[in-house]
């Protein structure tokens, strides 16, 4: 008897012993994706200021007067490039010299952060359709710019027309949700269906009355090339944005993820957290669309998750390790795309997909309860 409690004791402590260290691992590997995203945002900001941006305004124009920091600007931004130019040589590509492509990089790797973050609390309130619906809203968004620009020759971002409609769209789900009897997912799946539908009939319409050449290929699919700077930047923006929110946030969060009726009870403002959980999620599903196209976008907030459900003990381990295979796939697709010059956003959730059918071998259960913590 004293012998198998001992041995009980010793495999306890050998447990607990992996346990820290997978933590502790766990941890290491989310700051490194931290730092990468940090490091992302800072070449961003670099290709931003490189082109003096408002230099006809006063004050802009002082402080590079003053202080002549444009040339180590331009110093620090070319070392992005010449890490490049070494990684095209000992991989033989010629393709991260560019500065095209660092966009991309960093618009991908920022991505992998948020849209994971933002999709582990869909995934555990049952709401994954909502990334796929606001996605097509999205889609209208853009074409609904598309044909502006057409008719009136303006110059304006689409991405930030997707990300109105998208808002919109979000909190038009929200209202719809809140007042119709139906199941909950029913009025998801007609803004889904609705929401596209608007945008093809535009798209058509406005094939034969703009005069601005129509090609919506690439944020159907997802394409490198179509990530500009000025939507690079406003995938940076909305990443910083939604990092802090989801911190100040957390624990409102996780408590109408799983108990929404006791939040109600406490009288917290579950409408209003609701409602910046759906605005959150058309943020990111615009800024991602540029790299995984409209059709494919949502899978980047659930597959991950997925994943990193079947091999987590917590909601809080479900979140680092849903963030770190967000990464793998984003980073391992961009590899695969570039290699074979696949699209993007197929190239993703492929090794998305794969490091879901990983985590389902490795784990030693097909249903997992997860602690709220």
Known sequence: MAGDVSQSTETGQHLKRRGGLRERLELVTIGVVGLLGVVMILFITLDWLRWYPGTDVGAVATFYSVTGIDPYIGVAFSQFLIIGQWMDFYLGTNVFRHAFMWRSIATGVLIGIVAPLVGTYLVHREMALIGETLAHTAFAGVAVGLLVTGLTGWSGSLLLVALVVSIIGAMGVQWLTEKTSTFGDVPIAIM???????????????????????????????????????????????????????????????????????ARVAQLNVRGYNTLLVVMTAVVVVGAMQVLGVILVA???????????????????????????????????????????????????????????????????????????
């Open 192 to 262: 889904l269906s609705g929401s596209f539908a608007i945008g093809t009939l535009l798209i058509s319409w406005g094939r034969g009355v703009a005069s601005v050449a129509i090609d919506i290929e690439g944020y159907l699919f997802g394409s490198l090339a179509i990530v500009t700077a000025g939507g690079a930047r406003m995938m940076a923006v909305q990443s910083i944005l939604v990092v802090a929110i989801v911190a100040l946030t957390y624990k409102q969060l996780l408590f109408i993820t799983f108990d929404e009726q006791a």
């Open 299 to 373: 899978a980047m907030l659930v597959v991950p998750v997925a994943a990193a459900s079947q091999i987590s003990n917590s909601f809080r381990e479900t979140l680092y390790l849903s963030i770190i295979f967000g990464q793998l796939s984003i980073l391992g697709g961009f590899g695969f795309a570039i290699w074979r010059s696949f699209p993007s956003g197929g190239s993703i959730v492929v090794v998305a997909i794969s490091i879901y059918l990983a985590a389902i071998a490795l784990s030693s259960r097909s249903i997992q309860k997860i602690s709220v913590h």
